[in-house]
C-alpha cells in the first residue's frame, strides 16, 4: 500500500521511512566482521592499522561483490551494499574531522580503490597463487613479517566459502567459518 505524500514526507522529515538497505545490513555487518577478523592480521600480517583495516575491509567486502556480480538477483542487493560501504565511510571521514566540501571527493577516491580492488580480485583468482598473492601484495598494507601469500589463501578460502553457499544465505550473513 503506497501511502499518501504527506504522510511519506513527514515520515522522512521524523525519521520514519523505510530503510531500503535493509535486506542487506546483515550482509554488511558479517563483511565488517570478515575483514576485522584476527587471522587477516596475526597470521596474514595485514597492518592493524586504519589503512590496513580499510584494505581488509574492501579485500572482504571485493570478495563478496565478486560473488554477488555472478547471480542476477544478487545485482540490486550489490548497490545497496555498496551504499552502505558509502554511507560507513562518509561516517568515518566526518568522525576523523574530515570537512563536507572533502567528502564527496574523499569518498570518490575510497570507491575507486574498492573498484580497483574488484578488478584485481577478478583477474587475480582466475590466475595462479602467484598472481593473486601479487594483488594482495599491491592491496593490502601489510606489516614487515607479513606475507601476501597468506593473504591469497585466505581469499582462495573465501571465495569457496562465498560459492558455496545460496544468495539468500549470503543476504543474511550466514557465511560459513
Given amino acids: 500500500m503506497e ?3 504527506l504522510v511519506t514526507f513527514l515520515s522522512r522529515l521524523l525519521g520514519k521511512s523505510p530503510d531500503d538497505r535493509a535486506p542487506v545490513r546483515p550482509l ?3 563483511v565488517v566482521a570478515e575483514a576485522r577478523a584476527p587471522e587477516w592480521y596475526a597470521h596474514c600480517g595485514i597492518a592493524d592499522t586504519l589503512p590496513g583495516r580499510f584494505d581488509a575491509l574492501t579485500l572482504v567486502l571485493a570478495m563478496v561483490m565478486l560473488r554477488m556480480e555472478r547471480e ?7 548497490a545497496l551494499l555498496a551504499e552502505l560501504f558509502v554511507e560507513d565511510m562518509d561516517g568515518q571521514l566526518r568522525q576523523a574531522g574530515v570537512g563536507d566540501l572533502v567528502v564527496g ?3 570518490g577516491k575510497l570507491m575507486g580503490a ?3 580492488r574488484i578488478a584485481a580480485l577478478r583477474e587475480g583468482l582466475a590466475a595462479d ?3 593473486l598473492a601479487e594483488v594482495a601484495r599491491r592491496n593490502a598494507t601489510m606489516i614487515e613479517q ?3 601469500a597468506r593473504v591469497a589463501a585466505r581469499l582462495r578460502v573465501l571465495a ?3 560459492e558455496g553457499i545460496s544468495g539468500e544465505h549470503l543476504l543474511a550473513g550466514n557465511v560459513p567459518a
Fill in 146 to 148: 607479513g606475507d601476501p
Fill in 72 to 78: 542476477e538477483a544478487l545485482i540490486g542487493p550489490s
Fill in 160 to 162: 569457496a566459502r562465498l
Fill in 114 to 116: 574498492l573498484g580497483g
Fill in 28 to 30: 554488511w555487518h558479517w
Fill in 3 to 5: 501511502h499518501p505524500p
Fill in 105 to 107: 571527493k574523499r569518498i
Fill in 129 to 131: 597463487d602467484a598472481a
